[in-house]
Structures are given as structure tokens and as C-alpha cells.
């Protein structure tokens, strides 16, 4: 008898919620199985009323424990970090960015006065930017977010040593919209770029990112600029020039994360040879700037 009524309350209590988890009916069943056992038939009617609430309360509370104790592993290795949220602000955040620049919500830059230039920066590009054909229309122009003492400008590379460099987002990785490759064109993600670098090896990863953002729905991109300790400066603004270059890719749900590191030395790499691991690339950057 109490098995037939365990059903029962099974497929009540089932009923009133969408349940994701397939362990939920087995969990359940043991709940029951405890409390059940103690009842008198009169009291099962209230008892079904009761556990509804219950066992709304209980997978609410390990729903919000697996947020709260969400891991991330980057770099394929035993080395975690708390929250995707968190990462991110590892490299973006108030003490280490002059100013952070939200670029109408495409994408995200840490900007640094002194450098003129992005230190670093974060884009989730959506896997539909591999298809969409929107046409580049070049629209270089000065952040007036950033005080005009620190901005950069399109003359600032004139002379053909350096290409403006897309940075955090590339055009193509941006057109989401017209707006989105729009945003790609302000100067503060724009960094100077050995021409070979920008338009072969640097080229090699923003096409690879848009191929593996189709193939997984979605990527994550953490864009690094590493500057040595007395950076080259070029144009009438000094803005500073790169010495390395690195992208962190990543996608918690499919488990994928893959790292480059780009040499800014006008030299033509390999896709495969600019592959390195996300730790290295992480130590790096926090002995430059963290």
C-alpha cells in the first residue's frame, strides 16, 4: 500500500514542476521512502502538500550551491577559479584599468592611460557571426569616453610601420549587427600591429574563433596585450606598442578552453605553433601588471 501511494505522490509532486536534473525522481523517492514511513494513512494527504514546498526548497538550495561553488578549470590543469564572472575580473577590473569602457555592451576593454591602449579585454562572440556577411565599412575614430589626453587617433599610424590591429573584437567577430562591427572601430580597441602579424598570424585566430564559436554555439575570448617595461611609442598621441599578444577561448558548457600567444614581430606563424597553456599565458600577464 505505502508503495502504490509513493507513486502517487511521485507523480503529484512531479507534476507542479519542470524538472531538469535526472537524478530528481530517485532522490525524491528516498526523501519520501524516510518520511513515509513514520505516517498514519490520515496524515499522507498533508504530507503531500508539505513536501511539494520541501523538495522546491531542497533542489533550490543545491541549485544555488552549484552556483555558488562553480568552478572553472582554464588551463586544463587542477588550477580553478571560482566563477566566470570572477575570472574576468582578474584582468577588468577597477585597480588595475584606468578606465573600463563597456563599448555598448559588445564587448568590454581595460584601458590604460599611460599606454594608450587596451591592457586587456573580453568578448562572448555568439556562433552565428561566422555566417553573417555584413560589410566592413572602416570607421576609425577617437574613444570620447577616454579624457582626450589619453585618446588615440587613426593619424597616429600614419607611416605604414604598424596596422591598427583590432583588438579586443575583430570587424567580422562583431558583426552580430551593423552597431556591433560599428563598435570594433573605436581607437581604444586598437592596437599597433606589425603588418604581417595583423593580416597572417593574428588573422589566423580571429578566423579560428568565429569557426569554433559556430561549432560550439558561443566562446568566450579574454584578449591580453603585454607591453614591456619602456614600450615602443608611436604617432603625435605616443600611444604604446605591444610587445606579445595572447587569447584565452573558452566554453564552460562544452568544457573547451584553448590559449594563443602572438609574437607582435611581424613574422607568420602556424596556427598550431601559436597554441600555448592558458597558465603560462595567465603568469605572464600577472607579472606584468597584477
Known sequence: MKN???VVLLMGISYGFEFTKNSFFSETKDYIYKKIESLEFSDYISF???SK?????????????????DKEQVAGNSSKINSEKKFINLFINKKDCDKIL???NFFLTCYDYKLKGGKSFYAKIPGKVYKNKYVREDSFRPDKNIPIQYRTYHS?????????????LSSKS???SKKGMYQTFI???????KPKTNRYSYLKIEKYIRKIAYELDYINVITLNYYSKNPKRIGKSKLAVPKNLAKILWNKEKKFQKCFFIPNDNKIYKLKEMEKNCQDIIK???KNYL
Open 53 to 69: 514546498e520541501q523538495i522546491k526548497e531542497i533542489i533550490k538550495k543545491e541549485e544555488d550551491e552549484e552556483i555558488n561553488n
Open 4 to 6: 502504490i501511494i509513493i
Open 102 to 104: 563597456n563599448n555598448n
Open 156 to 168: 597616429d599610424y600614419y607611416g605604414g610601420k604598424y596596422d591598427r590591429g583590432h583588438s579586443g
Open 284 to 286: 605572464m600577464y600577472k
Open 48 to 50: 503531500f502538500k508539505e
Open 187 to 193: 581607437m581604444s580597441n586598437i592596437v599597433p600591429q
Open 174 to 176: 562583431g558583426n552580430v
